[in-house]
């Protein structure tokens, strides 16, 4: 498991007992006959959440169980009828299991991983993207992460990331968290002829064309991409930039060492030079 990913558990873990105490209201809800339309999709949402971030950070056996509650709640919503006690007791037992994920994801046992747990569960190690689709990166990690960084009222103040942390020629760059859009593993970009150095290229982010620069404004040399690398996607009101990152940028929960980019200063350095 990369750092990203372990940097993530603890966001995963309170999005997920988040979730769970959505789908065990809607659970009561059937018990007392009292279902809504609103309940039934704020659940189905959970579900939905709690698949793709299991499967970011890993946890298979947890994925599997979100995908097989969202099918289950796609199925009510689209059936329209009446629930009874023996659909509140399905629901209840799925819920159990994932709860069961939960705990071991807290408290491994006998120092084994929770990978193994799953694999012992008969769960395959397959590309979650196939079940998934789309970067789960992008489609999952920000979008989570940025809605515990704002609410205070879910998430506790130790398991709030402050700072993204990217990385360039050994050196190491920080973006406060409430500037990070996205971060993308960067297929290609398209070279920008007589640009200023520190502007990489255009990058088609679906459909949008960002800048990819280098966060190296003191340079007469132009940074060579290597396969692999990765942009930290920020923003400034409407504007966007792309900060390229030659391995895999990281999320912390503590402000850390490194150089700070100031991103509105940036953007207009950058507008200035081109």
Known sequence: MTNLQESLIPLFL????????QL??????IEQQQVTADLLDDARRAAHTI????????????????????????????????????????????????????????????????????DRSGMTERTSAEALGGDLIRDFALPFMMKLHQNAAVADELVRPASCCFYLHQQTYVLPIDQV??????????????????VLGLLNLRGEVVPVVSPRTQTDRRVMLMAGFFVVVAFHGADRIAFVSDRIPQLSLVEEQGQ??????FIELQRAGM
């Open 14 to 21: 309170t999005e997920a007992e988040s979730g769970l105490g």
């Open 24 to 29: 065990r209201a809607l659970q009561a809800a």
């Open 51 to 118: 698949k793709g971030t299991a499967a970011l950070v890993k946890r298979q056996q947890a994925s599997e169980l979100g995908r097989t509650l969202e099918l289950l709640l796609e199925e009510w919503i689209a059936q329209g009828r009446l629930l009874s006690q023996a659909d509140a007791d399905q629901l209840e037992n799925h819920c159990r299991a994932l709860q069961n994920c939960l705990t071991v994801t807290t408290r491994p046992a006998d120092g084994v991983s929770t990978d193994a747990v799953a």
């Open 181 to 198: 859009a996205e971060i993308v593993q960067a297929a290609s970009v398209t070279p920008l002829p007589f640009a200023p150095p520190a």
């Open 260 to 265: 700070v980019l100031d991103v509105a200063a």
